[in-house]
């Protein structure tokens, strides 16, 4: 398919989060929006997540009765990004993200509810909060979108149940205690009823949450504001007059054809953490190649903006945002990821280890924070191995990696490799390499502080956000209980990204910068295009979502107030 139009107002290279709301707002301000896509589906990495968006003193606080402030906000983050780079763009996040959420509240489909009970990932720093500075997408149904809903990019089967049907943060609770309470019962079978009325009638369930419901939502917006988008095509290069971005060239079969944007380029092509060269290049060596993310984040945005003058934003604690993942492979062939981000790992019951049999962090942490000890610990072995380990009890209750709670066989699992399985410790350390003496040991010191719901080595169970995570029915610590019951299991974890932190360098409107700090006019970058203003520090849940959509906000009013290049210029640049 081919662009109806060979000029427009306002061009955009990527349908994740951070492109969508530029595309929408820009859209919702009157101008004509063009939206490439390199692949068959809108959505990003944004379509698998959790959809969180980190948002502090935003106005949705008040209505569950939290209060916040940006000081406390500027407090909180000068201890968790303690770097004096970027202070500008947080400056301008903290500012604006507020009057982001209310405008796309206002303009768009866009819908976000707070959540009232989730704490930053470092609760005991000053300006912390428990809950509320995170919004959650409304949930959506996916039939608004009509025939278009096929162009949304379908989250993860294994976070999905009954090939298809998507829970939301609310109902796992009840789900785990089917048969338990009559109340959790009643509301599963009606979720399922729910979802089988849905498949007479779509390939998928249509009640969509977390980040599925966000890309939606913001797809939906683009639709209403009759935004064109082309799937499946490349971007060539940048079109420039003088030293202004002015469209883009798109490749067609056997030709490139030139498409004009008249007030300008937004770069949102999701990062680089599919590109091997950039990975070696910024990741440390024993970050290997593992990644959470849409396939399609390879660098695209990155090079186009470099190509056209840019800069890159390198002064980063961390090149990426990680999270600790399992792999496996999927009945079609496919590799399988699985972010263990909050499913298991600060669950009651089991430890991580590391090649040698010995803890080496927190289990309950956040997931960034846990690889990062991974990343310590392995000292630069891109192998370095790792493991989590629980008994029979733990997997039945809550799971492992993709293994739902409750499942009764997990010989698919054991035979595939992705778990082991053994009917005792020693065994259990003979198959996967370590010394048996040695995780036996490791074992029985963890059993005898966890008996008492106690941690002594590590404190896990420590704070309110790891509480959070755990098991709030399991006393005295919902973090911690021993490993005893046969038989014994393990679980390969890597080091992962969730999405790179390296990008180009821009200003408080979201334009691309120069090495002498000057704005390339009409070329625009956010999402993981943009460098993190967070410099690969992890301050809360949604801290790349939040900054994605306010520069996605700000980009698409910054070029909606921006004076459009005269038609004679347009001319000579096609």
Not at 153 to 180: A, Y
Not at 245 to 251: D, F, P, Q
Not at 542 to 563: C, N, S, V
Request: net charge positive.
């Amino acid at each position: 398919m081919m662009p109806a139009h060979e000029t427009y107002d306002v061009i955009v290279v990527g349908a994740g989060a951070g492109g969508m709301t530029a595309a929408a707002v820009a859209a919702a301000e009157g101008l004509r929006v063009l939206v490439i896509e390199k692949t068959a589906f809108v959505g990003g990495t944004t379509a698998w997540s959790g959809g969180m968006v980190w948002i502090p003193a935003n106005g949705k606080m008040k209505e569950v009765g939290l209060s916040d402030s940006i000081t406390d906000a500027v407090q909180y983050l000068s201890s968790t990004v303690p770097e004096p780079t970027n202070a500008g763009l947080r400056a301008a996040f903290l500012a604006r993200g507020p009057e982001a959420v209310a405008y796309l509240e206002a303009k768009t489909e866009v819908r976000l509810q707070p959540v009232k009970v989730y704490p930053d990932y470092y609760p005991e720093r000053l300006g912390a909060t428990s809950g509320g500075r995170v919004l959650e997408p409304v949930a959506f149904d996916g039939t608004r979108l009509g025939r278009a809903f096929a162009r949304l990019r379908p989250p993860l089967p294994e976070f999905t149940l009954f090939g298809g049907m998507m829970v939301n943060r609310l109902d796992i609770p009840h789900l785990r205690r089917i048969g338990k309470s009559l109340r959790s019962t009643l509301r599963a079978a009606r979720l399922v009823s729910e979802y089988a009325l849905q498949r007479l009638r779509s390939p998928r369930g249509a009640t969509l949450h977390l980040g599925n419901a966000l890309a939606a939502r913001l797809y939906a917006s683009l639709l209403a504001r009759q935004v064109e988008v082309l799937f499946s095509v490349d971007v060539g290069d940048l079109s420039m007059q003088g030293d202004r971005v002015t469209g883009i060239t798109i490749r067609h079969g056997s030709r490139d054809r030139l498409i004009t944007a008249r007030r300008g380029v937004v770069l949102a092509t999701g990062g680089f953490s599919h590109d091997a060269i950039l990975r070696k290049r910024f990741f440390p060596a024993a970050a290997g190649l593992v990644s959470a993310t849409n396939s399609a984040g390879t660098g695209d945005g990155i090079r186009l903006a470099i190509a056209s003058g840019g800069t890159l934003n390198r002064d980063a604690t961390s090149p990426a945002y990680w999270v600790p993942a399992s792999l496996f492979r999927r009945a079609d062939g496919s590799r399988g990821v699985f972010p263990h981000t909050v499913t298991d790992r600060a669950k009651p019951g089991v430890i991580a280890v590391n090649g040698a049999g010995r803890r080496f962090v927190n289990e309950a942490l956040s997931y960034h924070e846990f690889v990062l000890a991974m990343l310590r610990d392995g000292n630069g072995e891109p192998e370095r191995p790792f493991y989590l380990i629980c008994d029979r009890p733990f997997l039945w209750s809550y799971g492992l990696g993709r293994i739902k709670p409750f499942t009764r066989r997990v010989g698919q699992y054991v035979a595939s490799g992705e778990l082991v399985e053994a009917a005792d410790i020693a065994q259990l350390a003979a198959k996967i390499g370590i010394k048996p003496a040695v995780l036996a040991a490791t074992i029985a010191a963890y059993n005898d502080g966890a008996k008492d719901g106690r941690d002594p080595e590590f404190g896990r169970g420590s704070t309110i956000y790891q509480r959070h995570l755990g098991d709030a029915a399991h006393k005295p610590n919902p973090c911690v209980a021993p490993i005893l019951c046969a038989p014994f299991f393990a679980m390969r974890i890597y080091p992962a990204d969730l999405g790179t932190a390296i990008g180009t360098t821009v200003d408080t409107q979201a334009r691309v910068l120069r090495e002498d700090g000057t704005p390339i006019a009409g070329l625009y970058a956010c999402g993981n295009d943009m460098g993190s203003i967070m410099n690969g520090n992890y301050p809360g849940p949604g801290i790349t979502l939040g900054p994605a959509l306010t520069f996605g906000y700000i980009a698409g009013r910054h070029l909606a107030e921006g004076a459009a290049i005269a038609p004679s210029t347009a001319k000579a640049a096609v």
